[in-house]
C-alpha cells in the first residue's frame, strides 16, 4: 500500500469515529468561515465551455497531503462505479468487496449503516460508519457521471450518503483551477499560474483549519461549489492547467514564514478592495487595495472581463419581493416583515469606492445593511447575487412611489485578492507569475509549503 493510501486510510478511520449527522452545507452564498475571510466566489461567465468528451485519464501527480473534498449528498442509495477493477473498505480497512470492472454495485442506507449491494443480489454485511472505494491501479472512481482520482468515501448522514473524495493536494488541483480560471491560452499561462498558487494556498488554509478543529466538518476539508473552489475531479482536467500545477507544484503564498490565505474572484471592476472592507474582520497585511489601472492609460487589465461594467434593473415589486425574502438574512427584522420598498440610498462607501452601508427604506422603517450583505439581498430573479458591492444606485419615481431601480456597477464578485481578469490581462501584457502575485497580494513571498506543516 503507497503512504498515500495508508494516509488516506487513516482519515478514513477518522472520519468513522467522527459524528455523521452534519449534512453537506447549504450556504447560498460565501460566510467567512473562521479565522480566515469568505470562500472565493467563481464567475460561471469567465469559464469557457468544457467540452463534454471526456479524455483518457493521465498519470496522477499523486503528491502532497490527502485532502477531503465533498461532492453531494445522495438520497438512501449510490452507485459503486469505476474505470476499472476497485475494492471497497470499511473504517477498519477491512476489504468487503472486491470487484471487476464490469461488475455493478450501489450502496444503501439504513440510519448510520449502508451495505454494498450487487446487481444479482450479492450483498455485504452492513456496516456503520463511512466505507471507502479504492480504484485499483492508474484507474478512476465514478460519481454523477464524473470521474475521479483517489478514493471515494461514503459517509451516512441524517439526510443520505455524503460522497467525499480523497486525493493527493496536487491532484485536486488539477479538478479546480481549469474552473476557476477557465481554458486559457498559452499567452495567458502566467495567469493560471497564478491561479493554481492561490488556489492552493487556499486549500493549504482550510486544511490547517480541519486539523486545528476549526473546519466546516470532521467529514471533510473543502466543498465542491463556490462555497470554496469549483471541484470537477479528472473530468475537469486540461493540458495547459495540468501543466501549471505541475509548474508550480507545492508552491503558496508566504508572508512572515506562514502561509497565508489567498481569495480570489471573477473581476474586480478598476481596483480590489481591503479584507475589512468585505468581510467582519480586522484585514491582513496582504489583502489592501490594489489599483488595476494600466500605466499611462485610462484602461483596466480586467475591462476585458464580461462583467466589468453591467446594469441590473428591479421594479418595485421586485424589490418588494427580494426583501421580504432575503433582507432578514443580513438585518433583523420585525415580525410583520419589512414592508414595501420606498427608497434605496447609498449612506457609505468603503476606500475602493464600494458600498459600505446601504439604506433599504420601507413604509415599515429603514433598515442599515452592509455592502457586501447588499449582494444577497439585491439578487436576480434566479437567485445568483448581485454581482459586485461596487456599484451605484438610482431610484426612478411617478407620483411620489418608487417604481424602480437601476443598480449599475463594475466587476464580478468580492474584490478581495486576485482579480482574475486582471491575472488574466496581465499575463497578456507580459507579466510573469511573480509580478502578478505580488501585484494581487502584496508583501507576500512565493515558497514551498513548509516542511511538515501537514505531515499528519
Not at 253 to 269: D, E, H, I, K, T
Amino acid at each position: 500500500m503507497t503512504r498515500w493510501r495508508r494516509a488516506v486510510q487513516g482519515l478514513a478511520l477518522v472520519t468513522v469515529a467522527a459524528c455523521f449527522s452534519r449534512p453537506l452545507p447549504t450556504e447560498s452564498y460565501p460566510i467567512p468561515p473562521r479565522p480566515v475571510p469568505a470562500a472565493p466566489e467563481v464567475a460561471a461567465d469567465t469559464v469557457e465551455p468544457i467540452p463534454t468528451d471526456e479524455a483518457p485519464p493521465s498519470p496522477s501527480i499523486g503528491s502532497g497531503p490527502p485532502v477531503r473534498v465533498a461532492l453531494r449528498v445522495a438520497r438512501d442509495t449510490a452507485s459503486l462505479t469505476a474505470t476499472g477493477p476497485w475494492r471497497l473498505l470499511d473504517g477498519r480497512g477491512s476489504v468487503l468487496v472486491r470487484s471487476r470492472a464490469n461488475e455493478r454495485w450501489h450502496l444503501e442506507r439504513r440510519a448510520a449503516r449502508t451495505r454494498a449491494v450487487r446487481d444479482d443480489g450479492v450483498a455485504t454485511p452492513w456496516a456503520t460508519g463511512a466505507l471507502l472505494q479504492f480504484p485499483d491501479d492508474a484507474g478512476t472512481v465514478r460519481a454523477a457521471g464524473k470521474a475521479y482520482r483517489g478514493a471515494l468515501a461514503f459517509v451516512p448522514t441524517d439526510t443520505g450518503i455524503l460522497l467525499v473524495n480523497h486525493l493527493p493536494l496536487e491532484d485536486y488541483l488539477r479538478g479546480v483551477v481549469p474552473l476557476e480560471i477557465g481554458e486559457r491560452g498559452p499567452d495567458e499561462r502566467a495567469a493560471v499560474e497564478a491561479q493554481a498558487v492561490a488556489a492552493r494556498s487556499y486549500t493549504v488554509i482550510r486544511l490547517l483549519n480541519s486539523r486545528a478543529g476549526t473546519g466546516r466538518s470532521p467529514d471533510f476539508d473543502l466543498v465542491s461549489s463556490v462555497s470554496d473552489q469549483v471541484y470537477g475531479g479528472q473530468s475537469a482536467e486540461r493540458p495547459l492547467t495540468d501543466q501549471a500545477v505541475r509548474g508550480t507544484a507545492g508552491l503558496v503564498l508566504l508572508s512572515g514564514g506562514r502561509v497565508v490565505n489567498a481569495p480570489f474572484y471573477s473581476a474586480c471592476g478598476g481596483e480590489t478592495a481591503a479584507a475589512e472592507e468585505v468581510w467582519r474582520s480586522d484585514g491582513e497585511p496582504h489583502l489592501k487595495r490594489v489599483s488595476d489601472r494600466i500605466p499611462g492609460t485610462d484602461r483596466h487589465y480586467c475591462d476585458i472581463a464580461p462583467r466589468f461594467a453591467w446594469t441590473r434593473t428591479f421594479t418595485s415589486a421586485e424589490l418588494d419581493a427580494l426583501v421580504r425574502r432575503y433582507l432578514a438574512s443580513v438585518v433583523e427584522v420585525g415580525r410583520g416583515g419589512p414592508g414595501h420598498v420606498t427608497d434605496l440610498h447609498v449612506e457609505r462607501r468603503t476606500p475602493s469606492g464600494r458600498v459600505g452601508q446601504l439604506i433599504v427604506r420601507t413604509d415599515r422603517g429603514s433598515y442599515l445593511v452592509r455592502g457586501n450583505d447588499a449582494r444577497a439581498v439585491l439578487r436576480s430573479s434566479g437567485g445568483e447575487l448581485l454581482n459586485s458591492s461596487y456599484f451605484s444606485v438610482s431610484v426612478e419615481r411617478s407620483a411620489d412611489r418608487l417604481v424602480r431601480a437601476v443598480i449599475r456597477g463594475n466587476g464580478y464578485g468580492h474584490g478581495v485578492g486576485m482579480c482574475q481578469w486582471g491575472a488574466i490581462g496581465r499575463a497578456r501584457a507580459g507579466q510573469d507569475l511573480r509580478t502578478i502575485l505580488r501585484t494581487y497580494y502584496p508583501g507576500t513571498t512565493l515558497g514551498q509549503i513548509p516542511s511538515g506543516l501537514l505531515t499528519p
